[in-house]
């Protein structure tokens, strides 16, 4: 692998842990159990291919619990564009369901 590239994947991955420990104190000041380790969360983001279109605006996407609902664990987390997680929270606040019964 080219020293150059290393050195790109190695800025991002310090990058990553920056952007990981935002999550995690978010998380926990609002409550919420963050049980992913560092490894965990950047291989969800990799994995995702969305790592480089992250973010807080429309058309970038985010790390979201299911159904808003439980911890940031593996089995619970997803990455979804922003407007899918505020549909889906907005869902939960208001007490709405996905369709009618």
Not at 5 to 17: C, D, E, P, S, T
Not at 23 to 40: N, P
Not at 53 to 82: E, T
Request: glycine share 8%; hydrophobic share 35%; with cysteine.
């Amino acid at each position: 692998m080219p020293r150059k590239y290393q050195m790109i994947k190695r800025r991002a991955r310090l990058v990553g842990f920056e952007a990981y420990a935002v999550q995690r104190r978010s998380a926990i000041k609002r409550g919420i159990k963050f049980d992913l380790t560092f490894t965990e969360w950047w291989s969800i983001w990799q994995q995702s291919g969305y790592w480089y279109h992250r973010g807080c605006c429309r058309g970038q996407y985010v790390m979201a619990r299911f159904g808003d609902k439980g911890p940031y664990a593996i089995s619970n987390v997803a990455i979804v564009l922003v407007s899918q997680n505020a549909i889906e929270g907005n869902r939960n606040r208001t007490g709405m369901k996905y369709r009618k019964s």
